[in-house]
């Protein structure tokens, strides 16, 4: 019997949710390590400060050092911490925060060779629990994806901590979770059919599709609540939909057109959304691609506008017409995540189908 490839799943060694979970890092980070130094951004450090250290101390595990001065996942702050943080001895890193900070302190432990633990303080990525980081340079130019050896091995977010963050935080991580349930079926469906050796798991699928149903089902009460300052049953599915089932099993592959166009889009000057809000937006254009039915697209449309997500190009910014073709040309670059769509997809069919989302938005209004 011939194998075509494998089917591969990286994911965090445990994911722990909760209002008030914070309160407990002490007991469970000290499966980990005893001397832990802490990474995070100034905002974030100073949100989770008094209960991250009583919790380690609590729990005999004192911080031993930590820096609180990441604005940019970069190489140079990357090895700083690694100084730092071996100079100190420590035998684990806390990263706190948003994506910047934590896939700082992922990179940091990897290179150091120990565990991290993610606590994020918001919602706007799913970063805390990829077994990768974004690196940037300090003016923030995309680097590289740096690859870690392992997911970190615990993923704690205290529901108090990110769903009283700035509600649109919780919207724009809903925009980016929105593409798994699409990007992840198409990536899944081009593996197989090309035989490639990175096969997507049938239960990775499964929580990336489940994880789209939980964003239709409550997105839309999980903001009110968020707003109102609610912890409810609907926010915390949401946030488990954008933290842990986005990005479930990903091993590293999974996106397909929605982030194509994504990166194709940003390229141009006048796109003010942030990444989950041009990814929605790329992922109603990867439905138009694929050819899905109008009802379909319309209800997922439907969803966006209620959210504030952008449903056409106007919304995404200042974005000048006559440079679109650049866009789709960048988006089709076959080194990008385009080439993991199933079916051919060139400049020219993303541009008819970025006009046949406007053609839907408009009838929408
Ligand atoms: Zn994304």
Redesign the pocket.
């Known amino acids: 019997m011939t194998q075509d490839g494998f089917r591969k799943v990286i994911m965090p060694a445990r994911y722990i949710q909760g209002a008030g979970a914070l309160r407990e890092i002490g007991n469970y980070a000290k499966q980990f390590g005893f001397k832990p130094f802490v990474v995070s951004g100034k905002t974030a450090f100073s949100r989770v400060k008094s209960e991250l250290l009583a919790g380690l101390k609590a729990a005999r595990a004192p911080m031993v050092g930590h820096d609180d001065s990441v604005t940019e996942c970069t190489y140079e702050k990357i090895d700083e911490i690694v100084r730092d943080a071996g100079r100190l001895d420590a035998d684990l890193i806390i990263g706190c925060g948003g994506g910047k900070a934590v896939d700082t302190a992922k990179a940091a432990a990897d290179k150091l060779g120990i565990p991290v633990v993610t606590v994020p303080t918001q919602c706007a990525?799913n970063a805390d629990q990829m077994a990768d980081a974004v690196i940037f340079t300090e003016d923030h130019r995309f680097v590289e994806d740096y690859y870690l050896s392992r997911a970190p091995a615990l993923v704690l977010v205290d529901t108090e901590i990110v769903g009283l963050a700035p509600v649109r935080f919780l919207v724009q991580g809903m925009g980016?979770a929105l593409?798994s349930g699409f990007e992840k079926p198409a990536y899944a469906a081009s593996m197989k059919a090309r035989k490639c050796d990175d096969l997507a798991a049938a239960s990775a699928l499964e929580v990336n599709l489940e994880c789209f149903s939980v964003l239709m089902a409550h997105g839309i009460q999980a903001k009110k609540d968020a707003e109102r300052g609610d912890i409810t049953e609907s926010l915390e599915a949401v946030i488990e939909a954008i933290k842990l089932m986005s990005g479930f099993g990903f091993g590293g592959g999974g996106?397909a057109a929605a982030?194509a166009i994504?990166n194709g889009l940003t390229s141009l000057p006048g796109v003010q959304r942030k990444?989950?809000e041009v990814?929605a937006y790329g992922t109603l254009v990867q439905m138009v691609l694929e050819d899905r039915p109008t009802g379909e697209i319309e209800r997922v449309m439907r969803w966006c506008k209620e959210l504030g997500l952008p449903i056409r190009l106007s919304e995404l910014g200042d974005v000048d017409p006559d440079l679109l073709p650049i866009a789709a040309e960048k988006a089709c670059n076959p080194k990008d995540t385009m080439s993991n769509m199933p079916f051919l997809v060139t400049p020219m069919s993303v541009l008819d189908a970025m006009r046949e989302v406007e053609r839907l938005a408009g009838v929408l209004a």
């Open positions: 990525t980016d593409a996106c982030h994504h990444h989950g990814v």
